[in-house]
């Protein structure tokens, strides 16, 4: 049993992979869908239930086809099923919709599936055989996806679904299991004797002794073997502030970093491992924080069980019962590189399980997954893009911080790498920028120019966000210059807020004499706000700009 680390409770999951490939529909050679149901895992399972339904996107939607699918007669008998159906290819409807229910699991293969009911195992769709319990991703509504149905050609559409079962592991208090991974999750507020919930005395405050302590555990095992337990995690977020309008994080606790107490006892204000972006003063709610990471040296039917936890405790003052606690974790076989879940992310548009604490620190006693609305396990969605992680771990190294795909990490802040500035292909107007001299054209660039006069006012300017000490690479277009012998275009970088024309360039400003493309600037920003600057240089004469970008430097 697992009570001495504070956990309780696992996951499985099953994938479903829908594609398309040239196979016919049935009865004739129009434009077709092929659905594939590929379960990544079911171990245990004899048999699996699907409803699928296509609709076609007229106004008034109309179902091109529904159909009743078992594993046992479309498919591998343990979870996977296939179908080849029509679509419907009107230009006015041709927006089909793909929809999937998942009707059951069963210990052995159904007699009798049943017929299509929108997921239900009732009336005519009740279902013959001996069913076993699963969190269903589908009781709230289908999973669904739109795809263009074609005349000339076949689409693709996948789901890939990850299905999760009680499981029974003698090492787990309670257990669940997912793709033939366990874990089991819980967050303890105090010591659960029965009668009494006694606080927890485990973590040493300032004075030397132990004090109010309150434990999130979370441990998994993929399996025996080759398999590969990796679980990933997000900071520990407190609100403690105004939880109940909203939650917006005052404090964040990182579980990274090397294992064991993360700060100076009663010092956290000092603390790397704590952020305050709330402004609220951790030592005014926690006096210490520690993680706990490792593997156990446990076994499974002789094997090593690949069993790893990563527990995390706080140290917490009276104050912290105003606080709610919020974080996320999962965990992935990294020895399969098939299951959609890797280096910290959940693949776009995969059902995959998830473990969410919500703790209201005021209440809150020993809180086990699923037997408590503070630790619940779901699932990402159909259409939600990719999940990612703050950390992952798996033993023998330390965590890694994680970061969506594309993304940079540039101190411990995930950074999306897109173009800083607004506006740089002046399509519609020069919304965006400001300055003098110059004018938008319906060309769709903006002419900057210079007159007699004007003692070098002209300019167009930006500014943009940047981070202090980062190097950005700046890139334009000129298009065209006109004016006398010795007009120059340039763009160039400053911090000054008055006229930029007289501030000091953060690095000498990119000129070209010539219409040219992909001109280059490259800079280092010193403060959290830049100044992106167009000129001419020349009494009189004038230059064409597009294709403003700014992107910073991997």
């Given amino acids: 049993m697992l009570r001495s680390i504070y956990v309780a409770s696992t996951l499985l999951a099953a994938a479903l992979l829908w594609s398309c490939d040239g196979a016919p529909a049935p009865g004739g050679d129009g434009p077709a869908v092929k659905i594939d149901v590929a379960a990544l895992n079911l171990v245990g399972v004899g048999d699996a239930v699907w409803d699928i339904e296509v609709v076609n996107g007229a106004t008034t939607p109309d179902v091109v086809w529904q159909r009743r699918l078992t594993s046992s007669g479309y498919g591998d008998g343990a979870g996977s099923a296939s179908y080849v159906g029509p679509c419907d290819a009107d230009p006015a409807a041709a927006d089909n919709v793909v929809r999937v229910w998942v009707v059951g699991l069963y210990t052995g293969t159904v007699t009798d599936a049943g017929a299509f009911n929108t997921g239900l195992d009732t009336g005519v769709g009740a279902v013959t055989g001996t069913p076993m319990p699963f969190r269903n991703p589908t009781d709230a509504g289908p999973l669904t996806r739109t795809v263009t149905c074609r005349e000339d050609a076949d689409v693709a559409v996948q ?72 679980l990933y995690l997000d900071k520990l977020a407190l609100d403690c502030t105004s939880p109940a309008s909203g939650f917006s994080a005052d404090l964040l606790i990182s579980p990274g970093g090397d294992a064991g107490n993360l700060c100076t006892p009663g010092s956290l204000s000092a603390c790397a491992a704590i952020a305050d972006p709330g402004g609220v003063g951790a030592d005014n709610y926690l006096f210490q924080a520690a993680v706990f990471r490792g593997e156990e040296s446990l076994t499974s039917g002789g ?51 998830v473990i969410a604490w919500d ?40 965590p890694v911080r994680t970061c969506p795909p594309g993304w940079l990490l540039i101190d411990d802040t995930c950074v999306d790498n897109v173009n800083l500035v607004t506006n740089g292909t002046f399509d519609a107007d020069l919304a ?22 004007t003692g070098g006012l002209d300019y167009f300017r930006q500014t943009v966000t940047t981070i202090p000490g980062q190097t950005y690479e700046l890139t334009f277009d000129v298009t065209a210059l006109s004016g006398p012998a010795g007009i120059a ?45 167009l000129a001419t240089e020349v009494q009189v004469g004038n230059t064409t700009v597009d294709n403003v970008t700014l992107f910073i430097v991997p």
């Fill in 159 to 230: 789901f890939d679904v990850a299905l999760m079962r009680p499981a029974q592991q003698g090492f787990f208090d309670i257990a669940v299991n997912f793709n033939n991974i366990f874990c089991s999750a819980k967050f303890d507020c105090c010591e659960d004797t029965g009668a009494t919930c006694d606080d927890i005395g485990l973590l040493f405050d300032e004075t030397g002794g132990r004090a109010r302590t309150v434990v999130l555990g979370f441990a998994c095992t993929a399996g025996t073997g080759a398999s590969a337990t990796e």
């Fill in 432 to 453: 965006g920028w400001d300055g003098t001299l110059g004018s938008w054209n319906a060309a769709g660039t903006v002419s900057v120019s210079t007159s007699p006069g």
């Fill in 489 to 533: 275009s340039y763009v160039f970088a400053t911090n000054s807020t008055e006229n930029p024309r007289n501030g000091v360039k953060l690095a000498p400003a990119a000129v070209t004499t010539t219409p040219t493309s992909g001109v280059t600037y490259t800079f280092v920003a010193q403060t959290t706000a830049t100044n992106v600057v």
């Fill in 303 to 353: 094997a090593q069980a690949n069993k790893v936890y990563w527990n995390i405790a706080l140290g917490v003052r009276a104050a912290i019962s105003g606080c709610e606690l919020r974080t996320r974790g999962t965990a992935d076989d990294g020895a399969d590189p098939a299951d959609h879940v890797d280096g910290g992310t959940i693949e776009a548009g995969s059902v995959y399980p």
């Fill in 359 to 398: 703790v209201d620190l005021a209440t809150c006693q020993a809180e086990q997954l699923d037997n408590s609305v503070m630790v619940a396990s779901g699932y990402t969605g159909v259409a939600d893009g990719a999940t990612t992680f703050d950390y992952a771990w798996a033993p023998g190294a330390l």
